[in-house]
Nanobody, 116 residues
Framework: VQLQASGGGLVQAGGSMTLSCVASGSIFSFNVMGWYRQAPGKRRELVASISSSSATNYAASVKGRFTISRNNAKNTVSLQMNSLKPEDTAVYYC???????????WGQGTQLTVSS
């Protein structure tokens, strides 16, 4: 499975940004797609995930500000981020977990910088 992420960049605090990711290759019909992030000096953490049946999960720090969505037909996942804060600054990684093997595939990472 290959994941290609797009979006990211520099945004002011309070602004919005959308990240998108498209998966290609051999993808099992049941899977979980999500976004993780890693800030300098910190561990990679889950931001949000969504299953192929549209069950969602959010980190407490982004709940109410971020919305994850997906298009199963196109194997895409998007993360709409609103009310961005400087602490949201990180490299964001797209992830897909195969529902048959639970193996993970990762995108290349995209930098989001939120200026105060």
């Amino acid at each position: 499975v290959q994941l290609q992420a797009s979006g990211g960049g520099l945004v002011q605090a309070g602004g919005s940004m959308t990240l998108s990711c498209v998966a290609s290759g051999s993808i099992f019909s049941f899977n979980v797609m999500g976004w993780y992030r890693q800030a300098p000096g910190k561990r990679r953490e889950l931001v949000a995930s969504i299953s192929s049946s549209s069950a969602t999960n959010y980190a407490a720090s982004v709940k109410g500000r971020f919305t994850i969505s997906r298009n199963n037909a196109k194997n895409t996942v998007s993360l709409q981020m609103n009310s961005l804060k400087p602490e949201d600054t990180a490299v964001y990684y797209c992830n897909l977990q195969d529902g048959s093997t639970w193996s993970s595939s990762w995108g290349q990472g995209t930098q989001l910088t939120v200026s105060s």
